[in-house]
């Protein structure tokens, strides 16, 4: 892989988390410690920023299904599942 195609890569990986990963945050300040708001350009702002390093790091994090699933998810019966709808 060339300079170029690693750096365009990264680039579409930011893209890509500004719009369907970050959907927002919370206790993020800047330098002077006043809250930014999130929003898509300052996210994508932020994210290049990171390092590749790291932000390999929290690709892979992503990449990985099982960090978004509950450990304990309780599962309904049919028969719950029927009764919260006829409600």
Do not use: H, Y
């Amino acid at each position: 892989a060339t300079t170029a195609s690693i750096a365009a890569a990264r680039q579409e990986d930011v893209e890509l988390f500004t719009s369907f990963i970050v959907t927002g945050w919370s206790n993020v300040c800047d330098a002077k410690l006043k809250p930014v708001p999130f929003d898509a350009e300052v996210c994508e702002q932020f994210l290049e920023q990171i390092p590749s390093d790291m932000f390999g790091e929290l690709r892979d994090f992503c990449l990985d299904i099982d960090n978004f699933r509950a450990d304990d998810l309780e599962v309904m019966e049919p028969e719950e599942q029927e009764e919260l709808t006829e409600k």
